[in-house]
């Protein structure tokens, strides 16, 4: 059974400008949808592998490395993650799925680097699934190294936009799929000549859409309040529960644990950094989240 989503709006006039905050009610199957993969649900390490496993899944998940350039790539293990002669990694989009749709349907990123004419390469296999358990490999070419990841660099243009982004494109109308929700990496190893082990930093969706609402509503409590301010987050809950705070990036800034009534939510250690935030809050005892966009000033 399908059923509406229920929508709040409040209106907060701070120096003059009026800003809209909406609180949207959503069951726990309906959470913040966005064009990033959302989980990796399997990763077998290779050889060699060891660069950003402290930091996985985090680094894999969410955008590509904002600040890589073509000259300048990724290298941060909080943002890479090295695969490993013959390792691979499963990612996974759970709150929505990639579709085939007109060209490009979704991009891999790797640190692949530009010097003048040349580029660093390390390449991998890609396969799709829309189960997990059926794999699909897109066509791969040694010579070219056409249909591989890791052979074209990140441009630091806008990630869901494939004429700017830079990356590895990839067509599911080549694999003659309608959808997948699964990607897997496996770094080349010595079927193909490049120069060495894989790095992943994102794969993130072109052409998707959510995969629905289904179920019953649950019984959800509203955000009482949630005020742009300067530099932090106020808000005021009714019970116990747990706030997240994304960026419109995707990325996650803040996870904290609130008791029912005030509380002020800013990253630990910074003020936090002006614009539109989502804020996603998980009430304890209830299988569902309440969904909202504020602004910091």
């Known amino acids: 059974m399908r059923f509406p989503v229920s929508v709040l709006c409040a209106h907060f006039r701070i120096g003059g400008v009026l800003l809209l ?5 959503v069951p726990c199957s309906a959470a913040f949808s966005d064009p990033w993969a ?27 490395d904002p600040g890589a350039t073509p000259t300048l790539p990724s290298s941060s293990p909080s943002e890479l993650l090295t695969l490993g002669d ?21 991009t891999v990123f790797e640190n692949v680097m530009q010097s003048g004419s040349s580029y660093f390469r390390e390449t991998a296999f890609v396969d799709v699934s829309q189960d997990g358990e059926t794999w699909f490999r897109f066509p791969w070419d040694a010579v070219t190294l056409e249909g591989l990841a890791g ?12 004429e700017v982004s830079g990356g590895d494109q990839f067509d599911l109308h080549d694999l003659g799929l309608d959808w997948i ?3 897997r990496l496996t770094d080349c190893s010595g079927e193909v000549a490049d120069g060495g082990l894989f790095d ?18 649950p019984e959800l409590p509203e955000i009482l309040c949630v005020n742009p301010s300067m530099h932090h987050i106020e808000l005021e809950v009714p019970c116990e529960g747990t706030i997240r705070v994304y960026g419109l990036d ?3 800034e803040v996870e904290t644990r609130v008791h029912a009534g005030s509380s002020i939510i800013g990253a630990e250690g910074r003020v ?4 539109m935030r989502i804020v996603v809050f998980e009430p304890s005892g209830i299988d569902g989240k309440v969904i909202a966009r504020t602004a910091v000033l």
């Open 21 to 25: 905050t909406a609180l949207v009610l």
């Open 38 to 64: 959302d989980a990796s649900p399997a990763v077998s390490y290779g050889p060699g592998a060891g660069f950003g496993q402290a930091y996985y899944p985090d680094n894999i998940l969410g955008p590509p």
């Open 86 to 106: 013959a390792g691979w990694v499963v990612l996974q989009f759970t709150d929505n799925r990639v579709v085939d749709g007109e060209g490009v349907d979704f």
């Open 151 to 162: 052979v074209w660099p990140t441009t630091g243009g806008d990630p869901t936009n494939p």
């Open 181 to 183: 929700t699964f990607v």
């Open 200 to 217: 992943l930093d994102a794969v993130v969706a072109v052409n998707s859409e959510e995969m629905g609402i289904e179920g019953s509503s």
């Open 250 to 252: 995707g990325r996650l």
């Open 272 to 275: 936090m950094s002006p614009g």
